[in-house]
């Protein structure tokens, strides 16, 4: 067994996993509080890439230094993408907050469609290329053949995030708010929680995370179009319900859980059917565990 290629695909399926993690945190934390499935927020994902893009190119004119655009690109990709969230749940779901469950997918699949079509119109439906902002390390160059700064970048900045939103939902009072509306809305309303705050709060969390993860992967890929949201989305939506939807670390668990998948059956299988792996393994669990890794099984009241 060739190891050094097993290290490889491993660390790759590590990086790739940490992107779907951080788009699935999304998905599961609007489905814990609302029971919506967000079909929309792939392109959250694909407006952070984009305004990371544009970010890059203004300050490239200007010679600013790699480094200091991407942290630029970072920081207002998270604030332009969570402006697009809260405005997206204003417009697309509050008002269909008491309608039949059907309404509001269906109002989410036509705010996917509308993004994507916007970004058409306002860029173009080509590949563009997204320049490297992340430098070389020198003491990463022994392994820089199988694992790059690229890849370290990612990774570190998944896992401060998850752990700084772990800490955040545990200890801070309005992650004990989030909690309460999870498990009981109504409840949570008659102790005199704000329901509609944490619900726009939980949307802007879930459109930064996704921002970031767009700025980080595109960065790393070198390229973006109007459908890498698309794309991420349903595979972070994968990840969402493998790990248990409306659990954060079954999210987590989820996304790592399918980018090694993916990465393993693209080595030792063949790339072109790491999709069809990909959602083999939902149905499978779908069948057998349909709660996911750590979700719990519903209980029916009598």
Not at 77 to 85: D, E, H, N, T, V
Not at 136 to 144: C, G, H, K, L, V
Request: glycine share 12%; net charge neutral.
């Amino acid at each position: 067994m060739d190891w050094e290629f097993f290290i490889e695909l491993g660390l790759g399926g590590l990086t790739r996993g940490s992107i779907y993690a951080l788009i699935a945190i999304g998905y599961t934390m609007v489905y814990g509080i609302i029971e919506l499935i967000n079909f929309a927020h792939g392109e959250i994902y694909m407006l952070g890439a984009f305004t990371g893009l544009i970010v890059a190119g203004v300050m490239g004119v200007y010679g600013f230094p790699a480094v200091a655009i991407l942290l630029m690109a970072i920081v207002i990709a998270i604030l332009y993408c969570s402006a697009y969230g809260y405005t997206m749940e204003k417009v697309a779901y509050k008002p269909l907050r008491g309608a039949a469950r059907l309404s509001p997918l269906i109002s989410a699949i036509g705010m996917s469609l509308f993004l994507q079509n916007y970004i058409i119109l306002a860029q173009t439906s080509d590949f563009l290329p997204f320049p490297a902002l992340i430098p070389d390390f020198e003491f990463m160059e022994p392994i820089a053949y199988i694992f790059g700064s690229t890849d370290l970048v990612i990774v570190v900045a998944s896992a401060i995030s998850m752990v700084a939103l772990t800490l955040f939902i545990k200890f801070t009072k309005l992650g004990k708010a989030m909690r309460a509306t999870a498990q009981n809305r109504k409840m949570a309303m008659l102790l005199g929680i704000n329901a509609d705050k944490i619900i726009s709060t939980t949307f802007i969390i879930g459109s930064s995370l996704a921002a970031l993860g767009g700025v980080l992967i595109s960065t790393h890929s070198g390229q973006l179009n109007f459908m890498i949201g698309f794309i991420a989305g349903v595979k972070a939506f994968t990840a969402a319900v493998l790990g248990g939807i409306g659990s954060i670390p079954g999210a987590m668990l989820g996304g790592l859980f399918l980018g090694l998948t993916e990465s393993y059956a693209a080595g030792y299988i063949s790339s072109d059917y790491e999709d069809v792996f990909a959602f083999s393994l939902l149905v499978i669990f779908l069948i057998f565990r349909p709660s996911g890794i750590l979700g719990k099984a519903p209980v029916e009241k009598v």
